[in-house]
Structures are given as C-alpha cells and as structure tokens.
C-alpha cells in the first residue's frame, strides 16, 4: 500500500474544488478510512481513489454547519480570509493573528 503525504494540514482553511462549501481541518487520514456504504453513495463517475489522504473537516455552507470527509484531489486552499462561522471551529482551535488555526490541545485517536 503507498502512504501519501498530506498536501493541508489540520488547522487549514480549504474549500471544495467543485462543491460550494468550505472548512477548517481538524483530522486526516493517510487514506481512505470510512464506511462502504458511503464510498458506495459516491456516484462512479465522480468517485476519488481510496488511495490518497482523506480529511475531516468543520464544514460550512450558505446554509448549514456540518463535518465532511474529503479526499485531496477535492480540497483547495481557502484564500478569501472570510470567517468561519461553525461554533465548533472555536471549540477547538485558537485563531492565529496569521489566521491560521491552531488546535487548542492534542488529540489522539
């Protein structure tokens, strides 16, 4: 199996290269790490490689907060400087004068 390096890191602002929502990472995985069924809830044609980092975010759209699992391939950097208005973005990590996040204490899993 080849091990990917991560291209973000947690604490980045990203958004989505073709859905429009955007978040901070607070996890990655190496590679793909969930369930069957919601790789299988992926329609073919759009559908990443399993073998490629994954990452957890604090997600936000017009309408809603959420979490949202993403591989790479999908994930760009956020460079509008716009704040994040999910409220567990600030249960989690400190805003940098950088605006940067930075986890406020380790967590491991």
């Known amino acids: 199996m080849k091990q990917s390096k991560a291209k973000f890191n947690i604490g980045e602002v ?4 073709v ?6 990472i607070f996890d990655v995985d190496p ?19 399993k073998e490629q980092p994954f990452y ?4 936000e759209n017009e309408d809603t907060e959420y979490v949202a699992y993403v591989s790479e391939q999908n994930l760009v950097s956020d460079e509008s400087g716009l704040p994040l208005r999910n409220p567990q973005v600030y249960q989690i ?7 940067q996040f930075r986890p ?3 967590f491991a899993h």
């Not at 919601?38 to 990443?48: A, G, M």
């Open 14 to 17: 990203v958004r989505h290269r």
């Open 19 to 24: 859905f429009p929502f955007r978040g901070v």
């Open 31 to 49: 590679e793909f790490a969930n369930t069957d069924e919601w790789w299988n809830s992926i329609p073919t044609e759009v559908r990443p490689s």
């Open 56 to 59: 957890h975010l604090l997600a």
């Open 93 to 99: 990590f400190d805003r940098e004068p950088t605006g």
């Open 104 to 106: 406020k204490m380790s």
